[in-house]
């Protein structure tokens, strides 16, 4: 495992591309999140500045013990839980600390990508409480990228006609994760920061 820090300004350029794409996706889709009559009154998200430090590549996925396989319940925003998989772990150094994420798979989708919740010191402070998302997928090699600039609020954090999976215990770390969404005011009417 090795931090990829790609401080040049093609890093920088690519996060904040992501990003306005998305503000773009919530501002005109109408599969976005934001209720389609708060869209013209939409802002854009709140992020932390990109940060390469919060960017850790060349991750292999430590597959589940067997008896950690098994489909599990997992809570969801709305109190209706549902069927969840444990794939592996990414272990990986942050901030001077050993840490360790559990990778999921939500429901029976088949879906390549690992579905990783969190919640971290910043939850319910600086960040939404119910915790963050990120979605990996396989590099070439077969490892993973954690790019925690790439963190982002679950859709029930914006509307609440929206299910979303809850961080389990064992996804909470005890460092703050100060990169990706954030709170922050994202309607230009609103008054509250």
């Known amino acids: 495992m090795h931090t990829d820090t790609p401080h040049d300004a093609g890093f920088i350029r690519q996060i904040v591309a992501l990003r306005e794409a998305k503000d773009h996706f919530f501002a005109h889709s109408h599969h976005s999140p934001v209720p389609p009559a708060r869209q013209y009154d939409f802002a854009g998200l709140a992020y932390y500045p990109p940060d390469a430090s919060y960017r850790i590549a060349g991750l292999r996925l430590e597959p589940a013990d067997r008896a950690d396989t098994a489909p599990f319940a997992i809570a969801t925003s709305d109190n209706r839980p549902r069927t969840a998989f444990r794939l592996g772990r990414l272990r990986f150094e942050l901030a001077g600390q050993r840490l360790v994420l559990t990778a999921y798979q939500i429901g029976d989708d088949g879906a390549e990508s690992l579905f990783v919740p969190f919640r971290d010191a910043t939850s319910g402070r600086e960040t939404y409480g119910a ?15 954690l790019d925690f600039n790439q963190a982002y609020n679950p859709y029930c954090a914006y509307s609440d006609t929206y299910s979303c999976p809850l961080p389990p215990a064992e996804n909470r770390l005890p460092v703050p994760i100060e990169a990706g969404e954030r709170l922050g005011r994202i309607y230009r009417s609103d008054t509250r920061e």
């Open 131 to 145: 915790g963050r998302y990120l979605d990996l997928a396989s590099e070439r090699d077969g490892t993973y990228v």
